[in-house]
């Protein structure tokens, strides 16, 4: 009910951007990465990712959060409302970034959110609800193959948990060795304080480049999400006999690469018979050994991702890359050592009052906004299962994202913290 | 002429090969290995090279050789002839391994051959031509993607020494930084001291395992290879423009990895198409670039071998796969930004006499024998360039190659190494 603007002494003052400091802090945090510029590679409890981590806290404490670390990094940066005892406001995303992606994923979700509260106390706006800015640990599944971990975790999944147990990176490091090497995880692999409970929020809100071209191509600012559709990954693996490229007769072969390569088309036509625009599929990782030109490879790896904003649809996509890789391997006397969904989540869907207070946000400072689908992963789809969630997509350069292209204007981003401070406000005071 | 049973106070004995002896030193050279046993990895100029070629030479001189290297670290072990200023009679092969291959891929020809030295010594052979035994430097293109790196050089290839000189491996080490690591090129970057005249040689003799299942099948234990096939081998690039696998949609994608792997499909095709079973090609190696589960492969890099013991038809093949890339790119939107034919080597004759003095020797040991083409690539496709040549083949088991499995007989090594020297000891004589 109470407009921000209510805000006496504020309501001359429109909402106003600190574009400069915010693109610089973009770029600095972009440095912070283990590939050359422009190019950003920032893996979980790397190097990297650890100076980044004091980069945001920093920056917490100096829009005057009170910041708090849980037992595997999720930064939480507080302004503790006049009514500490109600269910707070939160918003953030991440700021991890898969190898040679681009500076923008995430990081406007959360330079942008200590923007928005810069903004908030520029203006003048005390909280009734507190306002959090959550930094999410590992969104993406880099290092151990498991996206949101952060997210996950904080909405109370005790698979993941058991799961983190058993689970090592590339390098053969545990997740526990890897998360004390940055300072977490000090009581061990019991990590159950993660978790939070159902009502913890009152809402959580999460601002992000769109990944996708339409904004940009129907010049509009700002997208409200009503939904984050359905992810599937897997994981494949198909085992022959290798041998000598020279020696062994096309007849007597059987070739695991060749069975990735019949799989990975196989994936893309059974995305395009789902006959829905909706449904996308990718094969992002193709491995062979033993890799040498003069040898035929003994053996594949296969990551594949599918999703779609219909969940039964995509589980028909699932299954018939299951079936697909079932006959390739008969047809090429290959074995099909592995065929691991690793995850298969369900859609999330916004909350009604929470898209309200984002649209009636954008009409006041006069942005206009369409409605959208995310076909990408996001922390809120995880944060959904504790809070009301909500997202803002900004418009993104040809919609490129996960390389060194991925660009968001200054002024688009400035958009969408405007619209961000202007909703937490809202929510705050509701 | 001479047959070596004219050596009166030894013709009595036959020709012993001390079995116990040759297989540990297979084992034991096994062990310089950057793989767990059984694997193999060992790479040009690694630690573990550098080891096994002292190895090596400590066996040479065991065997009263003279030892000499060459500017990049062909090993020639000498038993100087009765008549030393006559050309000498050379045998030898390779001890490098791809990575995670096995044990017996060249290191039979270079165990083999100091074993046939030994047994003509203990026969007590003199010899009237020198025998050389030769250890070749990087057979296997693994470290610097150039094939039979140290016979080609000896055979005179100024191209190779040029193109030396610009050459990195995958972690940016020049060919010479490596080269003196190994305690090589010492004199720089001019290597045309590795040149070998033309006649350096009366004949040059290679012992190998068949890397095919033909002996086995058949029940014979020796091969006499006629030619050796003409191998090329392509590298290719495909860009796209990758992006993030949730948001782009089907039709907006240009993915360098689906357009890696209808390449892969289509050189099988071409393969097939040229209906010869002496037609082989092979894709060792895709790599998809950034290698994200949830991103869509920006670029892809491809390497291709093809193989044919018929010069044309295999250029053929090499002109169908590049014609497929460029449709592939037109198709899929992607960059074709490289079509490299690395090499593209004429194939080798054996010579008719060596080919005659080892079916004598085999004739002689009681020894079944088969003439056989070789499809697999050798250090004695260079030698041909300027030596007569010839080469032996035993069986391996199911004909397996540059993977853990290989795996030859003692029993077939020895009949080889029988061939061997009775070989080598008719030529020197000769
Ligand atoms: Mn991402
Ligand atoms: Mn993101
Ligand atoms: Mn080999
Ligand atoms: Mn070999």
């Known amino acids: 009910p109470s407009e921000p603007t209510s805000c006496s002494e504020n309501h001359h003052q429109p909402l106003f951007v600190d574009r400069e400091s915010l693109q610089r802090q973009i770029d600095e945090l972009s440095q912070f990465s283990d590939a ?5 590679t920032r893996v979980l409890y790397s190097e990297n990712d650890i100076s980044a981590r004091r980069y945001i806290k920093d920056l917490m404490r100096h829009s005057g959060l ?30 991890d970034a898969i190898p040679y992606s681009g500076k923008y994923d995430g990081v406007v979700g959360v330079l942008g959110a200590l923007e928005a509260i810069n903004m908030l106390r520029r203006w003048g706006f005390q909280p009734k609800r507190s306002l959090e800015v959550i930094m999410f640990t590992s969104e993406e599944p880099t290092r151990f193959g498991i996206s949101c971990l952060g ?6 999944s005790e698979a993941l948990a058991e799961a983190l147990k058993v689970t090592f990176d590339s390098q053969n490091m545990s997740f526990f060795d890897a998360a004390k090497f940055a300072g977490y995880a000090n009581d061990g692999q019991d990590i159950s304080t993660v978790f ?56 007597a072969r059987n070739d695991a690469g060749l069975a990735a390569a ?36 003994s053996k594949s790896h296969v990551e594949i991702d599918a999703r779609d904003i219909d969940e039964k649809r995509r589980n028909i996509v699932v299954n018939k890359i299951r079936q697909s890789a079932m006959d390739i391997a008969t047809k090429r006397g290959v074995v099909l050592s592995e065929f691991n969904v690793v995850n298969q989540d369900p859609p999330a869907q916004s909350d009604e009052s929470i898209i309200k207070a984002m ?72």
């Open 36 to 40: 050359p510029s422009p190019a950003v």
């Open 66 to 95: 009170s910041v708090r670390e849980d037992a595997v990094g999720n930064i939480f940066g507080r302004w503790e409302g006049s009514e500490p005892e109600l269910a707070g406001v939160a918003t953030g995303s991440h700021i």
């Open 151 to 156: 997210s996950r975790l904080m909405a109370g």
């Open 196 to 251: 939070l409970k159902k009502g913890s929020y009152f809402a959580f809100l999460e601002l992000h480049i769109e990944q996708g071209p339409i904004l940009e191509e129907e010049g509009v600012p700002i997208a409200i999400v009503t939904a984050i559709a359905a992810p599937a990954s897997m994981k494949v693996e198909f085992k022959g006999n290798g041998g000598h490229a020279g020696a062994v007769l096309m007849p």
């Open 262 to 297: 019949e799989l990975a088309l196989a994936v893309e036509k059974h995305v395009l018979e789902s006959g829905s625009l909706d449904t996308v599929g990718t094969v992002g990782i193709i491995e062979l050994h033993p890799g040498a030109v003069n040898s035929i490879p």
């Open 359 to 430: 649209a009636n946000a954008s009409e006041q400072l006069n942005l206009n906004y369409k409605r959208m689908i995310s076909r990408a992963y996001h922390d809120s789809l995880f944060m959904a299962r504790i809070s009301p969630m909500g997202m803002i997509f900004i418009p993104c350069y040809k919609g490129y994202s996960h390389t060194p292209e991925e660009y968001a204007a200054i002024d688009d981003i400035a958009n969408g913290v405007k619209v961000l401070a202007l909703t937490l406000s809202k929510l705050s005071l509701s």
